[in-house]
């Protein structure tokens, strides 16, 4: 058998292409493995502007942002295998064993001392929304809309709906209306959009495209291609109020009603998934529950900026590189987020015996909040405290804390509280 | 028993409260009027059915309801103009392509037509795959007898075509004890209609069986019989290997009339030209009992029973290994199935389907309430499922009769007429010993008409498309060295490769629509519903048949999924707008 690379990573779009650079700059011997046919993940086909403004202070598309990594990975020689399917991975005595299969070399096997997972997510579809009705064909979710536009150069609908206000959904609003397709309005069942505020304006407000919040699809009507839908105004528990249903002409329906994380891989290593992520469990140095297993990117939770997938991406490829070379002991704590307040937080352990110090913790409320100030503390010790003007569930937060001034030794058992007080 | 039409008439006036005509015709009973609603239609059937008569033809209207026509194919051609045939079988789902697989082997011309794009495209690809045992229908029917045979034919016919198939038992779940006290009714209702393999096991044995159930039962009854399939690729197995044995199949044609002479037929027409077959096999599905009528022997009336079906993730399917329901304790009466929990074929598990009627033969749409009540009801059952898990779901119509049972005769009244209709469930499980009966009625028939022979070069076996995803890694490695395209995955939740879909395109039926390929190969079943896929399955249609994208349909007729290129859309509408431009990201619609 050949050697064992130090760290494998699955996927290349801006999570795995940062972390091979993270782990490559570390000295790892690295390689990545991509299932499509080039690298860069959904960012290909993200034409649209606004990439890039945390990492290089511009407004990049979604191809040129990409192409600033996939440029550096081929400079650095980084191996990267395309067109390569994971079949199956296993993990024997510290040791990855990951079965791939692809046209040239069939199936295959390599084998690696650390993994990272960097699948990216997918896009919920309208029956895991629950819409009833027929089965016509006009019924997208919004990235494949946007792959029939942009990378296929072909219009999917003349006059459509749109379920869901996530960024792809506002995305696709305006890029159908610039190519002549009519967009009836954008139905979002919460109250309050689920997209940045930036694409609220910049893709609805500025096209004139309406936004009905508290609506939802109850129906899809027409046998073969979408002839109307059914709309109605929906209760707080997001209930149909009956009585209040509409019926919408039109000829397409695109779903942005939300993304989850892909971790197919990660669950066949019976790794833990946190409810609220829907990815992996990890600790600030984005490890999983097991050793030398790494996450990151939307894999690890849904991002709304594509630096912060960036950056927990170069993260994941430095700490797997630490990894291999010296492992270190794991002394976890849990970090803990006030379920009333907080969606979620990541990562979701702090691993005490780390040298990794310097903490990020990404973290989503779960309602609008105004002027609330958010603390971590650790058994009593104030860590962090922030007061903020806004905090939207749509906007993820990142925080920073330092534990190098704990004192763990006589630490027994502590937790990690995130607390909010308004 | 006595005929009684006016005592029938009394029965319905009392019930329903509404005067409905009846008559007797070719020994049938025909009920005319006017009532409120369907289910009084439904009522007044079933209050006509098994009193004596041969079958109910209802014809009693709702007021104010129109049915919609038939759906009929997007073609009008000549195709078929003159063709003359010796049998000729009216549709493509598993009874008709069984049927056109068994008479394959006689040396006769055959041909099988269906209305829609492909086969399997009504009930066929709308049911549980579950082949039952054939406890439940009532010993001695049609329904039981060909159950129990049917269930036993798979074993070799799946073998022969070469379908996955799997006797992976079904299980009842009770809450009472005292059910065991109905052992010895079950046993002597199984050893009338011949069903082996009966077993009463306590909580503890059942839950050996399936770990993952709810505790919240205290007996089991086991049926070992049971097995499981893919419903659409038996059926379109059945008609490749007719095909590859000389049947033709006409896809997208629809019977408009028949012309008869003397009490038989002499051509069939249809949107694709006049076809003169010799023999005629009724296999409509929901549509049979309007077959009947064009042939003007209609004797039985379908009512579709429509149920919907919930599919859940693979990824939980290993939690169960089987079928597994907790029936109301009275269920070996009725015709009502409760459905329950079922681990396919594919390893996902499907839960469903319900029962209930409604005058739609052709609406598939599902509804919130129904899905909503199938997950209350059955989710429970494996306490680790979740609403969360549901992938999609999908509404199918069971082409049930008044009778509640199969017709599987030649016409009394039309000479070279044979029906196969009333296929309602057990039909999937049915369909190989229905065959086998239409192939004797048919060689019968043809015999008094031509010499029959068998066909000298017979060939019982096809060969599915390779299933690469489940082959052992080593013979993976050898198809891909012959054929690099089964490396390329282009559906990344089933694992299915751009070979496989290829090789369906090249089918001995293929079929060029985004479903059918879903069918064959299963690119865009799994948990991202071809979100990711759909648009590389079309390209890889639009390569191989040479089709524009734009002409690429869901299911056929007006399904296409695109409507246009951008680049016409973005002329068009730069054309109409003399003033400031569209497109580009800062040079947009501004008022």
């Known amino acids: 058998m050949s050697k064992a690379y130090d760290v494998v990573i699955l996927g290349a779009g801006p999570a795995g292409l940062a972390a091979a650079l993270g782990a490559f700059d570390k000295g790892a011997d690295t390689i990545i493995i991509e299932r499509e046919g080039s690298p860069g993940g959904i960012l290909k086909q993200c034409i649209h502007d606004g990439f890039g403004l945390i990492t290089f202070k511009e407004k990049l598309s979604g191809p040129e942002y990409a192409e600033r990594y996939i440029k550096e990975v081929k400079e650095k020689n980084i191996p990267m295998l395309i067109s390569t399917y994971v079949v199956k991975v296993k993990k024997i005595e510290g040791l990855f064993y990951i079965t791939l299969v692809n046209s040239s070399n069939g199936v295959f096997e390599i084998t690696s001392k650390s993994l990272i997972l960097a699948n990216g997510c997918r896009e919920r579809t309208s029956k895991q929304v629950f819409i009833n009705g027929t089965r016509p064909a006009g019924v997208y979710s919004a990235g494949t809309a946007q792959y029939f536009v942009n990378?296929?150069?072909?219009?999917?609908?003349?006059?459509?709906?749109?379920?869901?206000?996530?960024?792809?959904?506002?995305?696709?609003?305006?890029?159908?209306t610039l190519e002549g397709a009519k967009?009836?309005?954008?139905?979002?069942?919460?109250?309050?959009?689920?997209?940045?505020?930036?694409?609220?304006?910049?893709?609805?407000?500025?096209?004139?495209?309406?936004?009905?919040?508290?609506?939802?699809?109850?129906?899809?009507?027409?046998?073969?291609?979408?002839?109307?839908?059914?709309?109605?105004?929906?209760?707080?528990?997001?209930?149909?109020?009956?009585?209040?249903?509409?019926?919408?002409?039109?000829?397409?329906?695109?779903?942005?009603?939300?993304?989850?994380?892909?971790?197919?891989?990660?669950?066949?290593?019976?790794?833990?998934?946190?409810?609220?992520?829907?990815?992996?469990?990890?600790?600030?140095?984005?490890?999983?529950?097991?050793?030398?297993?790494?996450?990151?990117?939307?894999?690890?939770?849904?991002?709304?900026?594509?630096?912060?997938?960036?950056?927990?991406?170069?993260?994941?490829?430095?700490?797997?590189?630490?990894?291999?070379?010296?492992?270190?002991?794991?002394?976890?704590r849990v970090v803990k987020a006030e379920d009333s307040n907080f969606l979620y937080v990541v990562p979701q352990y702090v691993n005490l015996q780390s040298a990794n110090t310097k903490?990020?913790?990404?973290?989503?409320?779960?309602?609008?909040?105004?002027?609330?100030?958010?603390?971590?503390?650790?058994?009593?010790?104030?860590?962090?405290?922030?007061?903020?003007?806004?905090?939207?569930?749509?906007?993820?937060e990142r925080i920073e804390i330092d534990i190098k001034d704990l004192d763990i030794d006589s630490e027994a058992a502590g937790v990690f509280e995130m607390s909010m007080s308004y | 028993m006595n005929r009684n039409l006016k005592g029938i008439e009394r029965d319905i006036r009392k019930i329903i409260g509404k005067e409905i005509c009846c008559s007797e015709w070719h020994s049938s009973i025909v009920l005319e009027g006017e009532v409120n609603q369907w289910s009084e239609v439904i009522l007044a059937g079933k209050l006509a059915a098994n009193k004596g008569y041969k079958g109910v033809i209802n014809k009693i209207k709702v007021k104010g309801l129109v049915l919609p026509q038939i759906k009929r194919p997007a073609?009008?051609?000549?195709?078929?103009?003159?063709?003359?045939?010796?049998?000729?079988?009216?549709?493509?789902?598993?009874?008709?392509?069984?049927?056109?697989?068994?008479?394959?082997?006689?040396?006769?011309?055959?041909?099988?037509?269906?209305?829609e794009e492909d086969l399997a495209m009504h009930t066929s690809s709308r049911n549980d795959g579950m082949v039952h045992p054939g406890i439940e229908a009532k010993p001695g029917s049609k329904r039981a007898v060909f159950n129990v045979r049917g269930n036993e034919l798979y074993s070799k016919v799946t073998e022969e075509l070469d379908v996955p198939f799997e006797r992976c038992g079904s299980n009842w779940l009770f809450d009472k004890r005292w059910v065991k006290l109905a052992k010895p009714f079950i046993m002597s209702r199984a050893k009338k209609s011949g069903v082996k393999g009966i077993s009463f096991l306590n909580k503890d044995e059942m839950r050996r069986l399936e770990p993952n159930i709810i505790?919240?039962?205290?007996?089991?009854?086991?049926?070992?019989?049971?097995?499981?399939?893919?419903?659409?690729?038996?059926?379109?197995?059945?008609?490749?290997?007719?095909?590859?044995?000389g049947a033709e199949v006409s896809l997208n044609t629809i019977v408009l009339s028949m012309e008869k002479e003397e009490e038989k037929i002499i051509s069939v027409t249809t949107n694709r030209g006049k076809i003169y077959p010799k023999a005629v096999i009724n296999a409509a599905g929901v549509f049979a009992d309007e077959i009947a009528n064009m042939a003007g022997d209609q004797f039985f009336t379908i009512h579709p029973r429509k149920g919907q079906i919930i599919f859940i993730d693979k990824k939980k399917g290993q939690l169960i290994n089987s079928v597994i329901a907790k029936p109301p304790i009275n269920l070996v009466k009725g015709n009502t199935k409760g459905g329950g929990i079922v681990k396919t074929i594919d390893g996902n598990v499907l839960i469903g389907p319900d029962?209930?009627?409604?005058?739609?033969?052709?609406?598939?749409?599902?509804?919130?309430?129904?899905?909503?009540?199938?997950?209350?009801?059955?989710?429970?059952?494996?306490?680790?499922?979740?609403?969360?898990?549901?992938?999609?779901?999908?509404?199918?119509?069971?082409?049930?009769?008044?009778e509640e049972d199969f017709i599987i005769e030649r016409s009394e009244y039309v000479y070279n007429l044979i029906h196969a209709a009333g296929i309602q469930s057990p039909g999937l499980a049915s369909a190989p010993a229905i065959a086998e009966e239409i192939e004797k009625i048919t060689y019968k028939l043809l015999s008094e008409v031509i010499q029959v022979n068998r066909k000298e070069h017979w060939n019982p076996r096809r060969k599915s498309i390779p299933d690469l995803s489940k082959m052992a890694f080593e013979e993976r490695s050898k198809l891909i060295k012959q054929n690099p395209d089964y490396g390329v995955i282009i559906c990344r939740c089933e694992e299915v490769s751009k070979g496989e879909i290829e090789d369906a395109l090249r089918s001995p039926i293929p079929v060029s629509t985004v479903d059918g390929i879903k069918r064959r190969v299963r690119a865009g079943m799994g948990r991202c519903q071809g979100g990711f896929c759909m648009p590389l399955v079309m390209d890889v249609i639009a390569k191989e048949t040479g089709k524009n994208m734009k002409t690429i349909t869901k299911k056929g007729r007006f399904s296409n999924i695109l409507n246009s290129d951008v680049q016409e859309e973005y002329k068009k509408a730069a054309n109409s707008c003399d003033c400031q431009g569209i497109g580009g990201e800062d040079g947009g619609i501004h008022e």
């Open chain 1, 359 to 396: 903490i990020v913790l990404y973290f989503r409320v779960r309602d609008i909040k105004s002027k609330a100030t958010v603390q971590v503390t650790y058994k009593g010790k104030v860590l962090f405290s922030k007061k903020y003007a806004h905090l939207k569930p749509p906007e993820m």
């Open chain 2, 355 to 402: 029962a209930y009627e409604q005058p739609f033969k052709e609406d598939y749409s599902t509804s919130r309430d129904n899905i909503d009540a199938i997950l209350r009801r059955h989710l429970p059952l494996v306490p680790k499922f979740s609403p969360a898990d549901v992938i999609t779901y999908c509404a199918g119509n069971r082409a049930a009769t008044y």
């Open chain 2, 215 to 245: 505790d919240d039962f205290q007996l089991a009854i086991h049926f070992e019989t049971t097995g499981i399939l893919s419903p659409y690729k038996m059926t379109i197995a059945y008609g490749e290997n007719a095909v590859e044995n």
């Open chain 1, 183 to 332: 967009v009836v309005g954008v139905y979002e069942a919460k109250v309050a959009p689920s997209g940045l505020s930036r694409n609220i304006a910049q893709c609805l407000e500025d096209y004139s495209i309406p936004l009905y919040l508290s609506h939802t699809i109850t129906r899809i009507i027409g046998d073969e291609r979408v002839e109307a839908v059914e709309i109605a105004q929906v209760d707080e528990n997001m209930n149909p109020i009956k009585g209040t249903e509409e019926v919408v002409e039109c000829d397409g329906v695109i779903l942005s009603v939300g993304l989850i994380p892909e971790n197919e891989i990660a669950e066949s290593l019976n790794i833990s998934i946190d409810r609220g992520t829907k990815g992996p469990i990890v600790d600030q140095n984005f490890m999983t529950g097991i050793e030398g297993v790494f996450s990151c990117g939307n894999a690890l939770h849904v991002n709304d900026l594509v630096d912060y997938v960036s950056e927990s991406g170069k993260f994941a490829g430095e700490n797997a590189a630490a990894y291999v070379k010296e492992k270190e002991k794991r002394l976890l």
């Open chain 1, 151 to 176: 990378i296929l150069g072909y219009l999917p609908c003349k006059k459509c709906v749109i379920l869901g206000s996530g960024d792809i959904g506002l995305i696709m609003a305006r890029r159908l």
């Open chain 2, 75 to 115: 073609i009008e051609d000549k195709a078929l103009e003159g063709k003359i045939v010796d049998v000729l079988i009216i549709g493509g789902g598993i009874i008709g392509s069984s049927i056109a697989r068994e008479l394959s082997k006689w040396d006769i011309s055959i041909m099988l037509i269906d209305k």
